[in-house]
């Protein structure tokens, strides 16, 4: 059989101007709609959310599990992270300003970046990395097994039953573990530089409370209940939406994690330029 001329398809039909074009423009066209075909499906997802987080039936046995492991099976791994971050920063810190005769404003720096930056931004990250994969490797694993679809058969709708508990306890717990996070980081900070560092511990201690408000404390809060928010929706989208059984289910949990890590830092940005009221957006 003679071969097909070069410019036939496989299937002896002429290849046509537009297949060219198409091919040409795709890998230009296809990031961007990708990326808008995502806001749209985060949309939906928001909107489903919301909607079915403010209409019965309201089952507060499901919001207090959630709580119980986003907030109290987290408590461990956030205070040894914060522990150890107030604890290398104030080694490097106090190193640094006793070239210039200022170890004295460690206390101050540390407590204010603890306060505003490092605790609520270490502990959304350790929420994601333990919670926020283990939600999304749930959800997606109910997906694939059609257990999602067996609530749906049952009545049950389920953003409401899977996600809106998660959702508002993330909201809610991952500020508190940020107040942990700080606290356990001002003790790791004291720990070194007083003991090992040599920094005056009434001078520390005075810095900290002359300098930290509760304003600071505040901004912390609100970015880590913005930062538990937006960990949670993205586990649970990617999660809600899993394909290809069980490696749709690991690649789901690989997506999730990466993408609220990289949101948290982006948010924090965006919140930081917000509240400082510069024009850095």
Request: glycine fraction near 10%.
């Amino acid at each position: 059989m003679a071969d097909a001329a070069p410019n036939e398809e496989p299937n002896g039909e002429p290849q046509g101007l537009g297949a060219v074009v198409k091919a040409a423009i795709a890998p230009v066209v296809d990031p961007p709609m990708t990326a808008l075909a995502e806001v749209g499906v985060m949309a939906r997802l928001l909107y489903e959310t919301f909607m079915w987080a403010i209409r019965p039936p309201y089952r507060f046995y499901l919001l207090i599990d959630a709580l119980e492991f986003l907030g109290v099976q987290s408590i461990f791994i956030v205070g040894l992270t914060g522990t150890f971050v107030g604890g290398v920063f104030s080694l490097q810190l106090i190193t640094a300003l006793r070239a210039f005769g200022a170890e004295s404003q460690a206390g101050a720096a540390i407590g204010l970046a603890l306060a505003r930056e490092l605790a609520p931004v270490f502990s959304a990250l350790m929420i994601t990395s333990r919670a926020g994969s283990a939600m999304a490797t749930e959800i997606a694993s109910m997906r694939v097994t059609n257990q999602i679809d067996a609530l749906t058969t049952m009545s049950v709708n389920p953003v409401q039953y899977l996600i809106v508990p998660r959702v508002i306890a993330a909201t809610i717990a991952t500020p508190i573990m940020a107040l942990l996070a700080f606290l356990v980081g001002i003790g790791g900070a004291y720990l070194v530089g007083v003991y090992i560092m040599g920094v005056d511990g009434g001078i520390f201690f005075a810095k900290v409370t002359w300098n930290v408000d509760v304003d600071d404390v505040l901004q912390g809060l609100v970015k880590a209940a913005v930062f538990g928010f937006a960990l949670t929706m993205i586990a649970c989208r990617h999660g809600f939406y899993a394909t290809g059984g069980a490696a749709g289910v690991g690649l789901a949990t690989n997506r999730a994690v990466v993408q609220a890590s990289v949101a948290i830092l982006i948010l924090d940005y965006v919140l930081t330029a917000i509240i400082i009221g510069n024009d850095l957006l």
